[in-house]
């Protein structure tokens, strides 16, 4: 069975950093991250390739955040610098068995972690 087990995540004050991780038992799929902050719809975040580290973000984050992943221990790791309370948000780690590279839409994903809210201070 595919589990996505998140940890890290919590309370910060704008312009502090924090760091989310998923680890996954019985998957070595490409690894997302998505957040949904109150009243609004899920969104992309960023992602990693399993097999070649290929990476891609949202351009609201793309120069604070940074994705990577651990192969041995089949984990993977936002490290979130420079947040702003716009980052506010529960934050998911995702999988898919699509091939496809570069998707998306949370409606592409086949395995979800339960989410962690992650709160910015100003």
């Known amino acids: 069975q595919v589990q996505l087990v998140e940890s890290g995540g919590g309370l910060v004050q704008a312009g502090g950093s924090l760091r989310r991780s998923c680890a996954a038992s019985g998957l070595t799929f490409s690894r997302y991250w998505f957040r949904q902050a109150p009243g609004k719809e899920r969104e992309f975040v960023a992602a990693i390739s399993w097999s070649a580290g290929l990476t891609h973000y949202a351009d609201s984050v793309k120069g604070r955040f940074t994705i990577s992943r651990d192969n041995a221990m089949n984990t993977v790791y936002l490290e979130m610098n420079s947040l702003k309370p716009e980052d506010t948000a529960v934050y998911f780690c995702?999988?898919?068995?699509?091939?496809?590279?570069?998707?998306?839409?949370?409606?592409?994903?086949?395995?979800w972690g339960k989410g962690t809210l992650v709160t910015v201070s100003s």
């Open positions: 995702a999988a898919t068995f699509s091939t496809v590279w570069g998707i998306r839409d949370p409606g592409g994903m086949n395995y």
